[in-house]
């Protein structure tokens, strides 16, 4: 198993450690990661980030093969696609004009988009019903980070917050984290790297510092 494990920041970061065979760790507390925790403690199946249509990175983004991949693991379940996604004051119609790659992909691969939620963090289980569901984040920040370390060839890639959500409290939701990123690390023989979503944003990087120190209180024990 991988020893190291390390901090950076941005898509550009997500992708360098991608390329050198990390398991990625997204942090983006406001909102994704949030939701997406929040999914998982709700019964969904799979959680994924991608990127909207027309994101401006100076990566190589692909939210169709995500799009593909989480409708592939919805006919596998028998389960439909949830879609979170941006602006959370809106449409329906504007959420999915952004994603529509990502619904391209989910369409291809057989399967139905059951529903398309506003990015509302620890509160977005309550839209609905996410038991059993493959739940796909397109955001503007971690939704881009995540398909930059996907598209890069990541051998996984993972969400983790340190907010609260409607299950997990206090360090509960940093330890959670911690513990998909070993076992992953395990499975592929891999590092880790934790991916503050934002270098604009202290609360992603105060978050994926203190995810890695969870990591390394896990037993994941050197530091790159």
Do not use: W
């Not at 529509?100 to 369409?107: D, M, S, T």
């Not at 509960?172 to 070993?182: N, Q, S």
């Not at 076992?183 to 023989?189: D, F, I, K, N, T």
């Not at 934002?198 to 390394?216: F, G, P, T």
């Amino acid at each position: 198993m991988g020893k190291s494990v390390s901090v950076t920041v941005n898509a550009s970061g997500a992708v360098k450690a991608a390329e050198a065979g990390d398991v990625v760790v997204i942090v983006d507390v406001i909102d994704m990661s949030t939701g997406l925790e929040a999914a998982l403690d709700a019964g969904a199946s799979y959680v994924f980030g991608a990127s909207p249509d027309y994101a401006r990175a100076p990566v190589k983004l692909c939210p169709e093969d995500i799009g593909r991949l989480a409708g592939t693991k919805a006919k596998q379940e028998g389960t439909g696609v949830i879609i979170i996604s941006e602006p959370r004051v809106g449409t329906e119609e504007e959420r999915r004009t952004r994603s529509a790659g990502v619904i391209r992909g989910i369409e291809q691969a057989g399967a139905k988009v059951e529903a398309v939620f506003p990015n509302v963090g620890a509160e977005t289980p309550k839209l609905g019903d996410f038991r059993g569901r493959v739940v796909v984040a397109v955001t503007d920040a971690g939704g881009v980070a995540f398909d930059a370390a996907f598209t890069a060839g990541a051998p996984a890639v993972l969400t983790g917050t340190i907010a609260r959500t409607i299950q997990k409290r206090g360090r509960e939701p940093a330890r959670a984290a911690a513990r998909r990123a070993i076992e992953a690390a395990a499975a592929h023989g891999a590092d880790i790297t934790v991916v503050a979503a934002s270098a604009n944003s202290l609360e992603d990087i105060l978050a994926a510092e203190y995810i890695m120190r969870a990591i390394i209180e896990e037993g994941f024990t050197a530091i790159s």
